[in-house]
T-cell receptor, first 114, second 110 residues
């Protein structure tokens, strides 16, 4: 596609439920990133994929958060047993994977945990 | 990664030049300086990147002094559509993480 796409655009869930957020990166981009942005805040790095491997998961806030990437393309961020503090916009970005390469961001998924 | 400090907000009027200065005192030799722009309800968008001296593209200019401990993003002749949050980032040359601070909210008025 022309850019990074994410789905759903909005997700409202109840506390304790599991949610899956999807990211479709730009075709050919080997690197994929997940960030989280709380209201009025800057972006918080969560995880980085190079191909299907995630060499750095240090940004994941807790073991309730996991992510995978298959076929070097689509990625899914899963949040288990959601809590109200998980409410935020979850942004995905992709890049060519070269050092210093521009990251292209998707529109984000707004997650609201009631 | 070097911590960055930039003003929380700036106001301007259409047609004026806006300059946002970012401090990064602990920048390392192989670090780059990158600026992103974010509109409400959208992901950030790359504006410009530089290592030293001056870089210019169709959107902005980036001025970096010799000591590289600060940088200034210059937006010429802003319009209402330039109202956004602007983030200054320091990127390690051999690393991948982007570290975003709170950014500078630029409001352009008619």
């Amino acid at each position: 596609g022309a850019g990074v796409s994410q789905s759903p655009s909005n997700k409202v869930t109840e506390k304790g439920k599991d949610v899956e957020l999807r990211c479709d990166p730009i075709s050919g981009h080997t690197a994929l990133y997940w960030y989280r942005q709380s209201l009025g805040q800057g972006l918080e790095f969560l995880i980085y994929f190079q191909g299907n491997s995630a060499p750095d998961k240090s940004g994941l806030p807790s073991d309730r958060f996991s992510a995978e990437r298959t076929g070097g393309s689509v990625s899914t961020l899963t949040i288990q047993r959601t809590q109200q503090e998980d409410s935020a916009v979850y942004l995905c970005a992709s890049s060519s994977g070269l050092a210093g390469a521009e990251q292209f961001f998707g529109p984000g998924t707004r997650l609201t945990v009631l | 990664l070097a911590k960055t400090t930039q003003p929380i907000s700036m106001d301007s009027y259409e047609g004026q030049e806006v300059n946002i200065t970012c401090s990064h005192n602990n920048i390392a030799t192989n670090d780059y300086i990158t600026w992103y722009q974010q509109f409400p309800s959208q992901g950030p968008r790359f504006i410009i990147q530089g290592y030293k001296t001056k870089v210019t593209n169709e959107v902005a200019s980036l001025f970096i002094p010799a000591d590289r401990k600060s940088s200034t993003l210059s937006l010429p002749r802003v319009s209402l559509s330039d109202t956004a949050v602007y983030y200054c980032l320091v990127e390690r040359g051999n690393d991948y993480k982007l570290s975003f601070g709170a950014g500078t909210t630029v409001t352009v008025r008619a």
